[in-house]
């Protein structure tokens, strides 16, 4: 049972969206081969989230920093070993992603119901969906058919996810750069309605920034000491009221000069901050096609990859 509604309303509308852009994917991709599968995941989400509410939040980033390195494959997952340098110690997340021991979890559960079957790329996003189902946002079917890479690059993660410190074009390009359009970067973006930062990651905003609400600059120092190396990991959250509620306050944040990352703050120009502060409905809609449209990213198909039998290790 989703534990985590939001407080004041209850959203019951689903956004069920039948997207298929990326031919290779399906829906149904294991519905012979796995029927178990949504239910196994979900259920091992579900407890992982009352176990600590922000899982929830660190489980739908990973499918993001998954995504945006040379696509959705499963690369990030990789452990390093003494020959083999991964992507977890990329600047983007070393000491920042979480959420890797529940994908074992739910991996050796899905391992259980149908082993060598469903590929590590293809349970983050189930794990995505599900995570912002919990949290009481919008859901919607998700393309599956991906196979994991036996490959990760470091380089490419420090120079491919966006950093908190862009500026909005270069939040713009960066997107392009995957295929995903301007409308796609304002509604993912919309995840920040979850989840929390660490003080590194904004220290300089509340700072040295001017068009930042002045009580709420005040409200995060006090947890966030100006000097640099400390207090370095003390943690805010990213949308100030209900950091564990998939809403649309993202965007009434942005509109108040509330934003708590730089690159939060520098949507305030797009028109589809104010649609999307106002509309819930169209931001969810807007988010769960743009979900798909970043799940599309270079998928490894076919005879490509593998499923890896661990998601930490090729096999
Ligand atoms: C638009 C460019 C983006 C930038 C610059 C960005 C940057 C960041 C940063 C700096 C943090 C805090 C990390 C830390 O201090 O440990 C964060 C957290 C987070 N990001 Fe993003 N992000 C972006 C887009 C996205 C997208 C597209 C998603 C998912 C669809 C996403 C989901 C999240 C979530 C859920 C958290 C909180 C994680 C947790 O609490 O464990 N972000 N992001
Ligand atoms: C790399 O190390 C792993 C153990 O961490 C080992 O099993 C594997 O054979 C090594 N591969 C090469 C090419 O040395
Ligand atoms: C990752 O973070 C740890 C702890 O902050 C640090 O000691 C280490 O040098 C970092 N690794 C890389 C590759 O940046
Ligand atoms: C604020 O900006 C000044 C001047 O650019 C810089 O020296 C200082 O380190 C910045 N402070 C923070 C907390 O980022």
Request: glycine content about 6%; proline content about 3%; charged content about 15%.
């Amino acid at each position: 049972m989703a534990s985590f509604s939001c407080s004041m309303v209850i959203f019951i509308v689903s956004y069920l969206l039948v997207v298929s852009s990326n031919a290779q994917l399906t829906m149904n991709f294991y519905s012979s081969s796995c029927p178990n599968l949504h239910s196994t995941v979900k259920s091992v989400v579900q407890s992982a989230i009352n176990r600590e509410n922000r899982m929830g939040a660190s489980l739908l980033r990973l499918f993001f920093h998954d995504c945006f390195v040379n696509g959705c494959d499963g690369s990030l997952l990789l452990d390093d070993t003494s020959n083999f340098t991964g992507e977890k110690m990329a600047r983007p997340n070393n000491g920042s992603v979480r959420g890797f021991e529940v994908i074992d979890q739910i991996k050796s559960a899905v391992e259980n119901a149908c082993p060598g079957i469903v590929s590590c790329a293809d349970i983050l996003a189930i794990t995505a969906r599900d995570s912002v189902v919990t949290l009481g946002g919008p859901t919607w079917n998700v393309k599956l058919g991906r196979r994991d890479a036996r490959t990760a690059s470091q380089s490419d993660a420090n120079n491919d996810i966006p950093q908190p410190t862009f500026s909005l074009s270069q939040l713009i390009s960066s997107f392009r750069n995957q295929g995903l359009s301007t409308t796609d970067m304002v509604a993912l973006s919309g995840a920040h309605t979850i989840g929390q930062a660490r003080c590194t990651s904004f220290r300089s905003r509340i700072y040295n920034e001017s068009n930042i609400d002045e009580s709420f600059a005040k409200t995060r120092q006090a947890n966030c000491p100006r000097a640099s190396n400390s207090g370095d990991n003390n943690l805010a959250p990213l949308d100030l009221q209900t950091p564990t509620c998939f809403d649309n306050d993202y965007y009434k944040n942005i509109i108040n000069q509330k934003g708590l990352l730089h690159s939060d703050q520098q949507l305030s120009t797009n028109a589809l901050v104010q649609t999307y502060g106002g509309n819930l409905g169209r931001f969810y809609s807007d988010f769960a096609t743009a979900m798909n449209n970043m799940g599309d990213i270079k998928p490894l198909t076919g005879s490509n990859g593998e499923i890896r039998k661990n998601c930490r290790m090729i096999n």
